[in-house]
T-cell receptor, first 113, second 116 residues
Framework: DGGITQSPKYLFRKEGQNVTLSCEQNLNHDAMYWYRQDPGQGLRLIYYSQIVNDFQKGDIAEGYSVSREKKESFPLTVTSAQKNPTAFYLC????????????FGPGTRLTVL | AQKVTQAQTEISVVEKEDVTLDCVYETRDTTYYLFWYKQPPSGELVFLIRRNSFDEQNEISGRYSWNFQKSTSSFNFTITASQVVDSAVYFCALPYSGAGSYQLTFGKGTKLSVIP
């Protein structure tokens, strides 16, 4: 099946620990994105990547890091520097092009205890 | 400045009623696209429509229709004969201004509850 996989669906971590969220796609899309969603808020862009080995900061990149070593994968690490990491994280993919729609994965809900 | 405003935070309707979700945007681009996404309780965003600024004709897809008015910078979404399965949060989105930018600006969303 073609699609976007995010794992795990729910993640619990202690404060001060780094945690890595997985995003894998088999849609052969060049572009991949990470968004954060807080209750009652829209989506805010953390990082995005248009090609392998290249990525750009979004609006709220502080406290996060990414890598894009393969076209299919775009993992997001939430570091201990992120002051309020509890949120719903969504990964998206899309074909190259500014006006093309983005397709979203099922999301990971991260709770920091 | 790039901005998307969805002034309706929450709407409740009784099943079979029609409902319109408002979206007002600001952009300095002369050419642009607008998007609507649906987020059901499961959390995954579902793409509904992409519309370009050249075409102001209304778009209809089954019970869904969209009214794009460039003069008022609005891109409203109407669900006809609403159903319980339409209960979700709906987001309007607009690409960032400027060549080479691939980011989307999202509104804060409108939560629609359809009551049986």
């Amino acid at each position: 099946d073609g699609g976007i996989t995010q794992s795990p669906k729910y993640l619990f971590r202690k404060e001060g620990q780094n945690v890595t969220l997985s995003c894998e796609q088999n849609l052969n899309h060049d572009a991949m994105y990470w968004y954060r969603q807080d209750p009652g808020q829209g989506l805010r862009l953390i990082y995005y990547s248009q090609i392998v080995n290249d990525f750009q900061k979004g609006d709220i990149a502080e406290g996060y890091s990414v890598s894009r070593e393969k076209k299919e994968s775009f993992p997001l690490t939430v570091t201990s520097a992120q002051k309020n990491p509890t949120a719903f994280y969504l990964c998206a993919t899309g074909t190259s092009g500014r006006y093309n729609e983005q397709f979203f994965g099922p999301g990971t809900r991260l709770t920091v205890l | 400045a790039q901005k998307v405003t969805q002034a309706q935070t929450e709407i409740s309707v009784v099943e079979k009623e029609d409902v319109t979700l408002d979206c007002v945007y600001e952009t300095r681009d002369t050419t642009y696209y607008l998007f609507w996404y649906k987020q059901p309780p499961s959390g995954e965003l579902v793409f509904l429509i992409r519309r370009n600024s050249f075409d102001e004709q209304n778009e209809i897809s089954g019970r869904y229709s969209w009214n794009f008015q460039k003069s008022t910078s609005s891109f409203n979404f109407t669900i006809t004969a609403s159903q319980v399965v339409d209960s979700a949060v709906y987001f309007c989105a607009l690409p960032y201004s400027g060549a080479g930018s691939y980011q989307l600006t999202f509104g804060k969303g409108t939560k629609l509850s359809v009551i049986p």
